[in-house]
């Protein structure tokens, strides 16, 4: 048991609540706060709110031994030398990055933020500059607290196993800040954290993000002109990856979607004032993708989609994940019935519950249809049996015959 007490602000969302089971493992009891009772209360009753590997067995176990709990109540702040925060930083309608939702968040908790003893880390990723006016503001509101930078980089559903391995880039406003981060992640995992400076690390998570949304970008544009012209891109990509290591980081073509790569890509756009072009460009590819596909089904199905009946297999945005966020076979589906078809939708993974509207059916039903598109590759859908003349549109390259 170390004699510090950690907050996380966020605590029970898909980058606070693996973050919390790993500090209460590594002796720190942990407060996970959040503002939404049903996960507190799913928490407490060693649940975990979402699919994460390791997940249910390694938060039983914090949970049993005392390490962890959640709670709605700020007040937990107050006796926190460490407090994380890692609330969700979306982008707005005209995606740019909400900074006054940080703002107003950190104002309801001004009053717990009290002692230069108390180190306040962000976790959620950040529009580049915003360390700065957030220091800026905490003192002008008197709040002595120091602050610091460690953005998240796990990749969603594996926090808990890619944590300990991964290198955290650590900043902070002063050098006690940054020595006191650093002296954290090195509690919680075996690299070596990476000291850079605000902006450095603002950007950094943003240039991580922003390059992996180009590069699938990348091969989704590939995949238009490939199909255009006729020939088959999943043929293309094996071929031009096999044996030949320059093209390791060639990616295959796929719906890109989930609530990071597209808002960070657009945070970065909007910091250079929109003359991010890559950035944009990514984006019309990237969200230009389900109507191209749609169009490919149409032609298949004979030139209209009117009155046919299509199954859309895999509603979360990775394979064999059960979140939703910013999916893009919402965009499909959406289309779809503006084109006069009916949808329905299959998906082991996603609690149906949440989406009264949507017409969810067992996976030999969404196979009997006029046509079928993956729209994530579950890997059930890996081996689905298609008859010759059965339409399937797979832009994953995923069904293997
Ligand atoms: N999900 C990922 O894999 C991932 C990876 C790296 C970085 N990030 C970044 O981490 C941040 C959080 O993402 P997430 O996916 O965990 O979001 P999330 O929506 O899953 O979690 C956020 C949590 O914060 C809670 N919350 C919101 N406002 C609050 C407030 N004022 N006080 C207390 N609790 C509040 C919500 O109830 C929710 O449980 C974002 O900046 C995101 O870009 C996410």
Redesign the pocket.
């Known amino acids: 048991m170390r004699n510090e007490t950690i907050s996380i ?2 605590g ?5 609540l693996p973050l919390g089971i790993v500090t209460a493992e590594a002796g720190y009891r942990t407060y996970l ?4 009772p049903s ?1 507190v209360r799913l928490v407490n009753h060693k649940q975990m709110p979402h699919l994460e590997e390791e997940g249910p067995e390694r938060l039983a176990a914090v949970i049993d031994s005392g390490e962890l709990s959640a709670t709605t109540d700020p007040t937990v702040l107050r006796d926190s030398s460490l407090i994380l925060i ?4 979306p982008v707005d309608e005209h995606l740019n990055p909400r900074l006054q939702d940080l703002i107003v ?1 950190l104002q ?1 908790l001004r009053e717990f933020l009290h002692s230069p003893e108390q180190l306040v880390v962000f ?3 950040i529009a580049p500059g915003t360390l700065r006016v957030i220091g800026d503001q905490l003192q002008e509101w008197g709040c002595p607290v120091r602050v610091a930078y460690c ?6 559903g594996k926090a808990l196993t890619e944590l300990k391995g991964l290198p955290q880039l650590v900043s902070g406003l002063d050098a006690t800040a940054v020595a006191r981060v650093k002296a954290l992640f090195l509690a919680l995992t075996d690299a070596e954290p990476i000291v850079l400076e605000p902006m450095e690390a603002e950007l950094a998570k943003l240039f991580c993000n922003a390059w992996r949304y180009i590069n699938f970008a990348i091969s989704n544009q590939f995949y238009q002109i490939a199909e255009e012209a006729g020939a088959n891109f999943g043929r293309i990509h094996e071929a031009a990856v096999s044996n030949y290591p320059r093209m390791k980081e060639f990616a295959r073509a796929g719906l890109t979607a989930g ?2 790569l597209l808002k ?1 890509t657009m945070q970065l756009a909007s910091f250079s004032r929109n003359t991010f072009f890559l950035g944009h460009s990514a984006m019309l590819v990237n969200e230009g993708l389900p109507a191209f596909l749609l169009n490919q089904l149409r032609t298949a199905l004979g030139g209209t989609l009117r009155g046919k009946t299509i199954g859309l297999l895999g509603m979360a945005f990775k394979p064999d994940n059960d979140d939703t966020r910013e999916s893009l076979s919402f965009k499909i589906r959406k289309l779809l019935l503006n084109q006069g078809a009916q949808v329905l939708c299959h998906d082991p993974f996603v609690q149906h519950e949440y989406f009264p509207h949507i017409r969810f059916v067992g996976l030999d039903e969404a196979m009997a249809t006029d046509g079928v598109v993956i729209g994530v590759p579950h890997s059930l859908y890996r081996h689905l049996k298609f008859a010759p003349e059965q339409v399937c549109i797979d832009v994953w390259n995923s069904v293997k015959p």
Request: net charge negative.
């Open positions: 602000v966020g029970c969302g898909h980058v606070g706060y959040d503002l939404n996960l890692t609330i969700g930083t968040a309801g976790r959620s990723t953005p998240e980089r796990i990749v969603q609530p990071c960070d």
